[in-house]
């Protein structure tokens, strides 16, 4: 099981998913600030929903892609 | 301006900054994948977004209590300019007066009571908002809103009382109070009723409403 959870890691294109997880974790910075900055009713809903959803979403991907870089590096 | 000169605001809108730059950094230069990388990669995908995602968070909460928030609609414009009117004299525009009531004066009063009381009140502005955007509310007329529009369910007197305690010999010495206390108490007879204190926005109903 961990045998092949490792042969799935190493095949994960870490670099690739890297730059998407910076782009949706700018994306989810975006809609905070927006939502701080006009105050008005769906930035700030946006801010507290959608953003934290991009936020989540980021993290997991750079999670994922450190893993698999040190799964590809194991001899 | 929203909220950006606040604690939170401000706080969300540095930890974003700092963490934008990290994550535009790494996406012109594309370093290669460095212990050192790897731990600003986790400052600028996690440390920092999570302090600004918490930040706000704090700061929409704190937001969502403002009277300019609730009037940032068209349908609310003429309540939150009722609100703000000082020679107003209508029940919210009066309690709005008060130091302690004027900045988050909406919330205070339509807040329910009890511990669920704040959660409660945020999901009933979530369909507020969902009514607004969705619901057609948005193309509504001032007209039509203030002639169509009522409150979804009375007007719980327990609101009033968090602050205007029906224990105390001010409220006791006044005979309608004691003479009405049943009715009070379930909600039958309302302190913001025409006969008593007044309706609390001039428009919230219409003459023939009121002469009921």
């Known amino acids: 099981m961990m045998t092949r959870l490792l042969r ?26 927006t939502g701080v900055l006009l105050g008005t009713p769906l930035p700030v809903v946006g801010a507290m929903s959608v953003a934290q959803g991009f936020g989540v979403l980021a993290c997991l991907l750079f999670g994922l892609s450190i893993a698999a870089d040190v799964a590809s590096r194991r001899p | 301006m929203g909220s950006a000169f606040t604690p939170f605001g401000a706080l969300t809108l540095v930890t974003a900054a700092i963490a934008a730059t990290i994550l535009l950094h790494h996406l012109l230069f594309r370093p290669k994948l460095t212990p050192g990388v790897r731990m600003r990669l986790l400052l600028g995908l996690a440390v920092f977004p999570f302090v600004a995602a918490v930040a706000s968070t704090g700061s929409g909460m704190v937001r969502t209590t403002e009277p300019t928030f609730c009037g940032s609609c068209h349908v609310m414009e003429t309540h939150l300019q009722d609100l703000q009117d000082p020679k107003s004299t209508s029940l919210a525009s009066r309690h709005s007066r008060s130091h302690i009531i004027g900045p988050t004066a909406c919330y205070t009063c339509h807040a329910d009571y009890g511990m669920l009381g704040y959660p409660l009140t945020k999901l009933t502005g979530m369909m507020h908002v969902y009514h607004y955007y969705l619901g057609g509310f948005r193309s509504w007329s001032l007209e039509k809103f203030h002639a169509e529009i009522r409150t979804a369910k009375p007007y719980p007197n327990q609101n009033c009382q968090q602050c205007h305690s029906g224990t105390l010999a001010s409220f006791l010495n006044v005979k309608e109070h004691v003479s009405l206390a049943d009715e009070l108490a379930q909600n039958k007879v309302s302190c913001a009723s025409a006969g008593c204190h007044g309706v609390a926005h001039p428009f919230s109903k219409t003459k023939e409403e009121l002469s009921r």
């Open chain 1, 8 to 33: 799935l890691l190493a095949r994960w294109p870490t670099e690739r998913m890297l730059r998407i997880a910076c782009v949706l974790g700018l994306f989810a910075l975006a809609l905070m600030v």
